[in-house]
């Protein structure tokens, strides 16, 4: 069951692009993170008001750009106007928050791989997942590995699995929940993505004994990536990729 997906996902995959030396989940992040050495970053998507997946992790603009509310209320024409770099830093002024298809394109140019993390508003799983897989069936760069599809929302998973099937698929939970092995199977899973603060080296048995890849968010440290690998852990998410490498 670990198939041909775990020999292409790497061991390293940068967080949000590479988020502890770039904006999170801007295109000048994902530049980082190939200048760095990635050859995967994982990245946040969701819907614009008006049903444009943009990238963007937060459930306000409060944190991470110059405006002000719930990003589900703003159309994609607003949220264009936004500076989504200079929070950051000075040297990342102007850099805009990428639509789903100019973070293809940028993957594609760059040759990165991605863990594509759907993160719906309440109540838009299954309209973001919808969004998201006709998207990535129309654009996804050839000659790029197929995106790996990862949700902490069960929901926009199942939409994954019934409209878009070829991309491989993958819960998120920051723990492993309760009758994991049957939920993954319901939902054509190949693997797991949890938090390896939660994770213990039985769990991790566990789940790699099953059949499934495990990969932990958000590891930041070299000391803790060498654990979790020894413990079977098939990739881990960092904010600085270049420390584990
Ligand atoms: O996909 C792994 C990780 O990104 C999940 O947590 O909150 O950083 O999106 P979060
Ligand atoms: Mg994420």
Same mark, same amino acid.
């Given at each position: 069951?670990?198939?041909?997906?775990?020999f292409?996902v790497p061991?390293i995959?940068g967080?949000?692009?590479?988020?502890?030396?770039? $904006?999170e989940?801007?295109? %000048?992040?994902?530049?980082k993170?190939? @200048?760095?050495g /990635?050859?995967w +970053?994982?990245f946040?998507?969701?819907?614009?008001?008006d049903?444009h997946?943009?990238l963007?992790?937060?459930?306000?603009?409060?944190r991470?750009?110059?405006?002000?509310?719930?990003?589900?209320?703003?159309?994609?024409s607003a949220?264009r106007q936004?500076?989504a770099?200079?929070?950051?830093?000075p040297?990342?002024?102007?850099?805009?928050?990428?639509t789903?298809?100019?973070?293809m394109?940028a993957?594609g140019?760059?040759?990165l791989?991605?863990?594509?993390e759907i993160?719906?508003?309440v109540?838009?799983a299954?309209?973001?997942?919808?969004?998201?897989?006709?998207?990535l069936?129309?654009?996804? $760069?050839a000659?790029?590995p %197929?995106?790996?599809?990862?949700?902490? @929302?069960?929901? /926009?998973?199942? +939409?994954?699995?019934d409209?878009?099937?070829?991309f491989?698929r993958a819960?998120?939970?920051r723990?492993?929940?309760a009758?994991w092995k049957?939920?993954?199977?319901?939902?054509?899973?190949?693997?797991?993505?949890c938090?390896h603060?939660?994770?213990?080296?039985?769990?991790a048995?566990?789940?790699i004994?099953?059949g499934?890849?495990?990969?932990?968010?958000?590891v930041?440290?070299?000391?803790?990536?060498d654990?979790?690998?020894?413990?079977g852990?098939?990739?881990?998410?960092?904010?600085?990729?270049?420390?584990?490498?």
């Open positions: 069951m670990r198939g041909a997906q775990q292409e061991k995959i967080h949000r692009g590479a988020a502890g030396h770039a $904006p989940n801007t295109v %000048a992040g994902f530049r993170a190939a @200048a760095l /990635a050859r +970053v994982e946040d998507v969701q819907l614009s008001r049903g997946v943009v963007f992790h937060d459930d306000t603009l409060n991470t750009t110059n405006g002000r509310g719930a990003i589900g209320d703003a159309t994609l949220l936004l500076d770099g200079a929070w950051f830093g040297a990342f002024r102007d850099e805009r928050i990428p789903l298809g100019e973070a394109a993957l140019e760059l040759g791989g991605a863990n594509v993160k719906p508003a109540g838009r299954a309209e973001t997942a919808r969004a998201v897989a006709v998207l069936q129309r654009e996804w $760069p000659g790029l %197929a995106p790996l599809i990862s949700s902490f @929302a069960v929901e /926009a998973i199942a +939409v994954m699995r409209t878009a099937p070829e491989p819960l998120l939970s723990e492993l929940p009758g049957d939920r993954l199977r319901d939902l054509g899973c190949t693997g797991v993505h938090a603060d939660r994770l213990g080296a039985g769990q048995a566990d789940v004994k099953a499934y890849a495990l990969r932990c968010y958000t930041n440290e070299r000391r803790r990536a654990t979790l690998f020894r413990w852990v098939d990739s881990v998410f960092s904010d600085y990729p270049d420390r584990l490498f």
